[in-house]
């Protein structure tokens, strides 16, 4: 079975920064995309940050130009620098790979911004 398993999460002041890792164990496949994702208390899981395996990177208006996805589908791991956190950046980190029409998912890391 592929799986993935985050790591990094914390409790972190505002400004301050953290990074995300995620590595496939098992069986390794070439993942097409991979990503994080994330989850607030009562809010719907919503995209990050995510790489292509050609490199193609996305995130979310809300990260630009603080958090940077790296490494990813073309070689099973993955990592989010994140900068300047904010409060609101607190939330639940989920990796993700997809694999032509499938979508794994990771457990989750707490990511906690407070003063």
């Known amino acids: 079975q592929v799986r993935l398993v985050e790591s990094g999460g914390g409790l972190v002041q505002p400004g301050g920064s953290l990074r995300l890792s995620c590595a496939a164990s098992?069986?390794?496949?070439?993942?097409?995309?991979m990503g994080w994702y994330r989850q607030a208390p009562g809010k719907e899981r919503e995209l990050v940050a995510d790489?292509?395996?050609?490199?193609?990177?996305n995130y979310a208006d809300s990260v630009k130009g603080r958090f940077t996805v790296s490494g990813g589908a073309a070689e099973n791991t993955m990592t989010l620098q994140m900068n300047s956190l904010k409060p609101e950046d607190t939330a639940v980190y989920y990796c993700?790979?997809?694999?032509?029409?499938?979508?794994?998912w990771g457990q989750g890391t707490q990511v906690t911004v407070s003063s």
């Open positions: 098992g069986t390794i496949f070439s993942f097409n995309v």
């Open positions: 993700s790979a997809v694999l032509y029409h499938y979508t794994y």
């Open positions: 790489i292509s395996s050609g490199g193609i990177t």
